[in-house]
């Protein structure tokens, strides 16, 4: 699984400009697929059937990542940018940045700002040109840049990357894709785009796909150093079966099911309450006449920052309770 | 007036944390079966119940009644020593109104708790002025924390008990009458309905999640495909202290019909007239923005569907002493029924 998430780290996928991302996650699971196709929005859509094809099983990963779009490039050659999503300044400044086209940069703070005034408005990037008709010819307005992209080991099971959220979902679900059995159900492997400007690409897949039941993968932030936002899953504590975030009270027909079937199965769990941030989840509940809808979280420190940091445990064992959700269904 | 009263208290007994509606699902089954309005019931994944009452007219179109099943409450996020559950909101809840307000902890089996309140003699000084968040309070049940931890765990969802309490004049204080008041006032009006004279079928449904999002609205009225909704919530009754904007809506006044882009101006406008010409008490208001009901989420699904919103005037909103005038509700039970007669 470590694998298909260092390949998808690399690519470019900023929402709206996933294009990359879905390419390589199609060839990936052509092999498998009984039927595959990317849809107007750019969502990837995988189905493998199942044992009793009158139900359908969606399972939504997001392939998008926050970023930054050029609105202006300024005679001097910095370009501002504007941020797309949900973007930490205090986390993002100062690190490396590359464009769709490869151009690399460095993205800078507006000088003068005083560190608790500082937004995602106070924000260039840096590309060395030395004038705008320089900085022209590399970068135009409508442009998109993300964090560089980086990898670490960190000491124990721990890596450190930008992105984890959600790439590490997506390798999640295509992992399941790859190596379940025969699935209970009609089983819809949905790779969305747009998650992080509000999710876009689910609302429009979920009501494609219409599923019976859904379950959506996506990182949750853990506390490292003190928890004044309460949260509930810890890092290295297994899988965490969400409860509710703030666009979704989950099913409790699947947290019950998740629940057993992680018991079960001898794989380490955890229960998540998330009291602000929203995820595909809530899409995939309302499309259609409704669905029993959940979210299968990794627990990741510092979502959002170039160093989200995870646990290879907890990876596995989010691997395995959606493995086993989709062999053994709801029932 | 006493059969409205024992649907209120009926539906009002049931646990029903927005989110999890499914706990009320057997015992309002049964207790609606009982009562012999609905030709079909059904519940939905998003916590819906819904009946359907046939006229019996082949290709009648449908009428659909929203009112909405869930209730705010919260769910737990910690066990701490000493028997405490530290609790999130769900909906929106004022954290001032808590300490030491009795709570249902709905476990493996169902628990009292009280949320903890720190005496004045133990307060700094000024510290009743500050702003309280929910999160910064625990519920007390009194148990162990290895007793509790085998009946309560990470998201079991917590709720007010309702204990209805009987005021003068017709005024009626109880937990969760936002929106269970409402199903009752629209049972009450099919109750009040002659089948064999109507020309539409009427689909009552008791939505889940409206107060995370109008989940169960927008689910249920794309499953039931009706043609025509009236979507009956709560609204804030003046109170002294309350915004001059809001001095039109008063209890004992009748049910509140509301104008408002998120509302059919033709279908609203012949609820008036239907009102005047039964000489049922109604009012007036306007929500020029957002209703904060079901009726938008039921008017944008599918194609669209005209929608007529009336509302109960409610004191106390989301807390453990919500106070009804009953006239209002039971004319609004009458405009209701009156509105569907005349299709």
Do not use: W
Not at chain 1, 24 to 53: C, F, P, R, W, Y
Not at chain 1, 226 to 243: E, S
Not at chain 2, 319 to 327: A, D, F, G, L, Q
Request: aromatic share 6%; proline share 4%; hydrophobic share 40%.
């Amino acid at each position: 699984m470590l694998n298909h998430v260092k390949k998808y780290q690399n690519a470019f996928s900023v929402s709206g400009y996933e294009t990359e991302l879905a390419e390589i996650i199609k060839t990936d699971l052509a092999g498998i697929a009984d039927e595959i196709s990317i849809d107007a929005m750019g969502n990837v859509i995988v189905l493998k059937k199942g044992k009793d094809s009158s139900k359908k099983l969606m399972i939504a990963s997001h392939m998008d990542e926050i970023g930054f779009m050029v609105v202006n490039v300024e005679d001097n050659g910095m370009i501002r940018v504007a941020p797309i999503g949900g973007i930490n300044a205090l986390a993002s400044c100062y690190h490396n940045v590359k464009f769709q086209n490869g151009t690399q940069g460095i993205l800078v703070v507006e000088d003068g700002t005083r560190a608790s005034d500082l937004t995602a408005n106070k924000l260039f990037v840096d590309i060395g040109a030395d004038s705008g008709a320089k900085a022209k010819r590399k970068v135009k307005v409508g442009d998109v840049c993300a964090l560089a992209p980086m990898f670490k080991k960190l000491s124990s099971k721990r890596y450190a990357s930008k992105a984890f959220d959600d790439r590490v979902c997506c390798a999640i679900s295509a992992y399941a894709a790859l190596n379940c059995k025969v699935p209970a159900y009609d089983t819809y492997f949905v790779f969305t785009t747009q998650e992080e400007v509000g999710c876009r690409g689910a609302k429009p897949s979920s009501f494609a796909v219409m599923p019976d039941y859904s379950i959506a993968l996506d990182v949750t932030p853990a506390p490292a150093c003190g928890n004044p936002n309460h949260l509930t899953a810890k890092l290295g504590n297994g899988a965490a079966i969400k409860i509710k975030d703030s666009s979704v009270i989950c099913s409790r027909k699947i947290v019950d099911r998740l629940t057993d079937l992680a018991e079960a199965n001898n794989i380490k769990y955890q229960y998540e309450v998330l009291l602000a941030g929203g995820t595909d989840t809530s899409q995939m509940q309302i499309a259609g006449a409704g669905s029993h809808a959940c979210c299968i979280s990794l627990p990741t420190r510092y979502v959002h920052s170039p160093v989200e940091t995870i646990d290879s445990d907890d990876l596995k064992a989010c691997g395995d309770l959606l493995i086993a959700f989709i062999e053994n269904g709801a029932e | 007036m006493e059969r409205l009263y024992s649907l209120v208290e009926n539906f009002t007994s049931y646990p029903g944390v927005s989110g999890f509606e499914d706990m009320a699902f057997d015992e309002l089954k049964r207790y609606v079966e009982t009562l012999g309005v609905f030709d079909e019931i059904g519940t939905t994944s998003v916590g819906s119940f819904y009946g359907i009452m046939r006229c019996g007219k082949e290709n009648a179109p449908l009428v659909l009644c929203d009112a909405h099943l869930d209730t705010v409450g919260f769910v737990v996020t910690e066990l701490c020593e000493g028997g405490f559950l530290r609790i999130a909101p769900i909906g929106g809840i004022a954290a001032k109104i808590l300490p030491s307000a009795e709570v249902k902890v709905y476990g493996k089996k169902t628990i009292r708790g009280v949320f903890g309140s720190k005496p004045p003699h133990l307060q700094e000084p000024g510290e009743s002025e500050k702003k309280m968040n929910v999160t910064d309070l625990c519920v007390d049940t009194g148990l162990s924390l290895d007793e509790l931890k085998k009946i309560v765990r990470i998201g079991t969802p917590v709720g007010f008990p309702c204990k209805l309490k009987k005021l003068l004049n017709d005024n009626l204080a109880g937990a969760g009458f936002d929106d269970r008041l409402c199903g009752a006032a629209i049972v009450r009006a099919l109750m009040m309905l002659d089948k064999s004279k109507l020309n539409v079928d009427v689909a009552f449904q008791f939505s889940g999640n409206e107060e995370t999002g109008y989940k169960g609205a927008m689910t249920t009225a794309y499953r039931l495909n009706p043609d025509k909704a009236i979507v009956i919530d709560v609204t804030h009754a003046f109170v002294p202290g309350a915004p001059k904007t809001r001095e039109g809506v008063r209890a004992g006044k009748g049910g509140d019909i509301c104008f408002s882009p998120q509302t059919n101006r033709a279908f609203t406008k012949q609820a008036v007239a239907i009102a005047e010409r039964e000489e049922i008490p109604y009012q007036l208001s306007a929500a020029p923005g957002r209703t904060g009901t079901n009726s938008n989420a039921v008017q944008t699904t599918r194609n669209g569907i005209p929608t007529l919103l009336i509302s109960i005037p409610l004191k106390n909103m989301h807390t453990m002493s919500e106070i009804v005038n009953m006239n209002d509700a039971y004319n609004t039970s009458r405009l209701i029924a009156a509105v569907i007669a005349s299709m």
